[in-house]
């Protein structure tokens, strides 16, 4: 009975949403405000019944009801609770009954917290959300029901995939599918603005919290997932180009340009047509990601679909999708009238760059993404893009961006003064000389140019710090002075300065691992030592262990600096008693200088195995790094002028349609 509410919960919400696709618009044509009034209920409603399946969904794993296929495929009794709930979303059809409850409740938050919107706007807003509910909703119940019952009920399941079966797996997706569609806000309002003609200052300030809010949790998924290849897969590394990677990487790159993009906008009414092809762009790179993870035309540890069909299904509704809102953007962006102008050695100037560098390196990663998938389906050649395109090409393209980073929030709004700026920057560029000086000193006859990378990321987190304190007037100013004005600050001035320092914490990462990683493949038995990055490891032997659903052989092993033992780590050989599935869980030790990474290979003649053994300097700093772009995000989003309610202030006059100027 619970697979029949859960369904039936199912059908009324789409009920719902396509009422809530036309009552809204149809109201805002008329100007019948009973009709636009629809909308905030109807999409409360539309989430209550979507919240109330996936409840039913995750009830029937917990209570293992294998006559629903669904929990047969992706669970077993044996399996512990908190992977029979992530199990839920572990899977095609859960995963796209979690994706399309996340799109329904930024909906009702629309609903709950735009009574600051105007009516009309608002209106068109959740109609849209709803035309994007509905046709997933659509999707569910025809090609990936979660709640089709099977007969007669099998007595065991086969369990879940068993690499899924991790902490970091189970929040990776719910916070990964919160960023991509966050960005539906984004992508509703720019819509409406193309149907309104509505495009003012007022506009960005209502779709950056929205926007910042979606990066926040996009940057969150991101990070959960490179940590848990890290240390799940066994590989030693942290990001690997993987297609699917790459697939929510690409709307992250363009809304980081979009947050960038409506603060020009809001702040000066320029970029306005930018702006909102920006929203569109991004969203609909977030549908490719859904295409490409459910399509079956990828294989990777993290995609679901293999069935065709899915996936031409999901191929129409992005064609659908992006091409109506590329053609709605034809036709109406023209009309707009532009926004005010700036000289280009300004902050509006800046920012332009950020986005042009930010959109170009977007568009490598879709390159070198989607070829091999257009060449083969094209001429039948297969062909592999791995590290080296995009090290060429991404690489590059950061390069100068991340060397403008602190240039951007010291120059002045409308005309500024490079040279000034330059100048102000002078002790921060010697002190990143310095540190760079230090590291090529400390890894002498390393790469050549990663000390000039480390420099970079102490540039970049330094001019952050620089721009606070020059903001404050700290040396320059009185101490009690200076902490009044650190008191009067607006919180999204520290959101900022935490998410570049933020940035340059990852980079700091990036570079260390990348040019002084050691890495150490070797066979060993019980008693043998090898020397790493001047530690000793001593490979103790192993022992056999019995998990809640697997069994394995463990590899203890003994770090040693001289006569001191400074870690004792373990790795496995896991194999899940159901699935029958051999997994391998890394030996992890981290010290303030990095990671010491181990990991027990296959078992060789005479007791003896193999054994890959890493030390990964700073490695840490790349997801701490994210950890600290979160907070900035979090520090902006709790500033009164950007709570997700919009501003109270009267707004500015619209900016309507009319013949461009």
């Keep these: ?7 039936f919960a199912l059908l009324l919400a789409l009920a719902l949403a396509l009422l809530q696709s036309v009552a809204p618009i149809w109201g805002a044509r008329r100007g019948d405000a009973a009709l636009m009034g629809l909308a905030r209920p109807l999409a409360g409603g539309q989430f209550l019944f979507i919240a109330a399946a996936f409840a039913m969904l995750i ?19 044996d399996k512990p609770l908190l992977y029979k709930i992530s199990g839920t979303w572990g899977n095609h059809e859960g995963s796209m009954l979690l994706w399309v409850m996340i799109l329904a409740f930024f909906g009702s938050l629309v609903a709950l917290f735009g009574s600051n919107l105007p009516v009309r706007l608002r209106a068109i807003v959740l109609a849209v959300q709803a035309w994007v509910a ?45 960023g991509y569609v966050g960005f539906s806000v984004a992508f509703a309002f720019a819509i409406a603005a193309l149907i309104e003609g509505r495009v003012d200052a007022a506009w960005a300030r209502w779709v950056r919290p929205w926007t910042l809010l979606a990066w926040a949790f996009l940057t969150a998924g991101i990070a959960m997932g490179s940590w848990w290849a890290y240390y799940e897969l066994g590989w030693g590394g942290w990001w690997f180009w993987d297609p ?16 960038h993009s409506a603060i020009v906008m809001e702040k000066r009414e320029a970029l306005k047509i930018w702006t909102i092809l920006l929203a569109i762009l991004t969203f609909s790179l977030s549908l490719l990601g859904t295409f490409l993870v459910r399509s079956g035309v990828l294989t990777s540890v993290h995609a679901f679909a293999t069935d065709p069909a899915r996936g031409v299904f999901i191929l129409v509704l992005l064609m659908l999708f992006v091409g109506g809102a590329l053609s709605l953007f034809a036709w109406r962006a023209p009309l707009l009238r532009q926004g005010g102008l700036f000289a280009p050695v300004s902050r509006e100037g800046a920012l332009v760059i950020n986005n042009l560098f930010l959109t170009t390196a977007a568009l490598t990663v879709f390159v070198g993404t989607l070829y091999p998938l257009a060449l083969e389906a094209l001429t039948g050649q297969k062909i592999s893009v791995g590290a080296p395109f995009f090290n060429m090409t991404f690489g590059p393209l950061m390069i100068p961006l991340l060397a403008l980073v ?14 000034g700026v330059a100048q102000r920057l002078f002790a921060v560029a010697f002190a990143a000389l310095a540190v760079a000086a230090l590291f090529a000193w400390l890894r002498w006859g390393g790469p050549v140019l990663a000390p000039f990378g480390i420099g970079l990321a102490a540039w970049v987190m330094l001019g952050a710090l620089f721009e606070l304190a020059w903001r404050v007037g700290a040396g320059r100013a009185p101490l009690g002075q200076v902490v009044r004005r650190l008191g009067g600050l607006p919180r999204s001035a520290y959101g900022t300065m935490l998410a570049h320092f933020g940035l340059g914490v990852v980079v700091l990462g990036i570079v260390s691992v990348s040019a002084w990683r050691t890495e150490v493949i070797t066979v060993m038995k019980p008693g043998d030592s090898v020397a790493v990055a001047g530690r000793t490891v001593t490979f ?17 092993f003994t770090a040693r600096e001289g006569d001191r033992t400074v870690a004792v780590l373990k790795s496995a050989k896991r194999v899940y008693t159901v699935r029958k599935q051999p997994t ?32 990964n300097p700073f490695v840490t700093m790349i997801w701490w790094g994210a950890v600290i772009m979160m907070i900035g995000a979090i520090f902006s989003l709790s500033d009164r002028r950007l709570r997700v309610g919009a501003p109270r202030r009267a707004a500015p006059a619209a900016a309507r349609v009319q013949p461009a100027e």
């Design 244 to 259: 699917v990677e790459n697939a929510s990487f690409m709307p992250w790159i363009a809304g980081t340009a979009l947050l």
């Design 406 to 419: 602190p240039f951007g929030p010291m120059l002045a709004w409308k005309r500024g003064d490079f040279l």
């Design 584 to 615: 391998t869980e890394a030996g992890i030790r981290s010290f303030l200088s990095g990671d010491l990474y181990v990991v027990l290979g296959d078992d060789a003649e005479g007791g003896a195995y193999t054994v890959r053994i890493y030390d």
């Design 134 to 178: 509905s046709a997933f909703l659509v999707f569910i119940l025809a090609t990936s029901n979660p709640f089709l019952r099977l007969d007669p009920a099998p007595g065991e399941g086969q369990g879940l995939n068993p690499i899924l079966q991790d902490f970091a797996l189970a929040i990776h997706p719910p916070l990964l599918y919160a």
């Design 1 to 7: 009975m619970i697979a029949e509410i859960g369904h």
């Design 540 to 556: 103790e032997g192993v022992v056999p262990e019995q998990g809640p659903n697997y069994t394995q052989t463990a590899g203890v």
């Design 59 to 77: 009830a029937l794993y917990v209570r293992s009801d294998y006559s629903v296929a669904n929990v047969w495929q992706n669970s077993h009794a």
